[in-house]
């Protein structure tokens, strides 16, 4: 049980009053840093999960053909054949107006009749994702495809330049879940001295509760239930002030639609993982605060 039941003339014993001394505060604000460094490496996670799936199989094939009407050709032939090949799942040919807007958006012109940007001379390019694992025989085939349909064309693999940044993401991750299981043990430690100073401190009480009978069980059932409050107040706090962070970036984060940033997102688990941390701390402050005490009256004796 993490609170375990106390008579009231027990509870009397022990002073009661909320929020009183530092520990939940200290816990409040080791909660509120555990949510956010687990909210931040579950979004991390995630991004990294999702450029990888965007970027496993895909490939773009550029087309620089000097001659618009042959460069065209090209594509088109490569965009058929290639939706024929069996290690093909889709391939796709980019308009020329998609790549004058991407232009557009460094140039400060987006219109699409604009004559700088209509006067450039853009490659052709077509996206093909490949079907099934077997990638470095489904790159072989589409190189003889291309040789065929595209002579001189570039194959581009999008892992090839993505690949690192998916990396640094998941490494990003790790670092705050480590961060996660240090701010873990830093609870746990602040949990082990809050209950050797109220032991310190009623030191008298507990002489007194052994004379009249009472067990190491009960003395420490006593003192459980005092810390473990303190310690639920602290996370309550700490909680609800974390979760109005997240909120509030989230509101931010909701006008990103595109780019890496647009991929963070904590998902159901992730909802559900954060909503259980809580939870999972105040039983294992119980639970620390339980063994610390047994552990430290079996010396008194």
């Known amino acids: 049980m993490i609170i375990p039941r106390v008579p009231v003339q027990h509870r009397r014993l022990l002073p009661d009053r909320r929020l009183s001394g ?6 409040a604000i080791l909660m509120m840093l555990t949510l956010l460094a687990a909210a931040a490496g579950i979004g991390l996670a995630r991004s990294a999960n999702a450029i990888g799936d965007a970027i496993a199989g895909r490939v773009t094939v550029q087309i620089v053909t000097a001659n618009p009407v042959t460069r065209a050709a090209q594509a088109a032939a490569l965009r058929r054949a290639a939706s024929a090949a ?8 980019v308009e020329r107006e998609e790549l004058q807007a991407m232009l557009g958006q460094w ?31 489904a790159m072989k085939a589409l190189e003889t495809l291309v040789a065929r349909e595209a002579p001189g064309a570039r194959i ?25 299981v240090l701010m873990a043990l830093a609870s746990a430690a602040v949990v082990i001295m809050t209950a050797r100073a109220a032991l310190g401190t ?12 009472a067990t190491d069980r009960q003395i420490a059932r006593l003192f459980q239930r005092r810390i473990a409050i303190d310690t639920a107040y602290g996370i309550a706090l700490g909680s ?13 984060w909701s ?20 909503l259980a941390l809580p939870l999972l701390a105040i039983a294992l402050a119980a639970l620390t605060a339980r ?11």
Do not use: C, N, Y
């Open 22 to 27: 530092p520990t939940p505060w200290i816990i």
């Open 86 to 93: 069996p290690f093909v799942r889709a391939a796709r040919a």
């Open 107 to 137: 140039f400060g012109r987006t219109e699409g009749d604009d004559p700088v940007l209509a006067s450039l001379p853009l490659p052709a390019l077509v996206d093909i994702d490949f079907v099934g694992d077997d990638r470095a025989g």
């Open 156 to 180: 581009i693999a999008h892992a090839e330049w993505l690949s690192p940044v998916a990396r640094l993401i998941r490494s990003l991750a790790w670092i705050a879940a480590g961060l996660v």
């Open 202 to 213: 009623h030191f008298a009480t507990i002489e007194m509760l052994h004379l009249i009978g």
């Open 240 to 252: 609800l002030v974390a979760a109005a962070i997240m909120l509030l970036v989230g509101w931010q």
């Open 255 to 274: 006008g990103v639609t595109a780019g890496l940033a647009a991929t963070a997102s904590l998902g159901v688990t992730g909802w559900a993982l954060l």
């Open 291 to 301: 063994q610390t005490l047994l552990a430290a009256l079996k010396k008194m004796l």
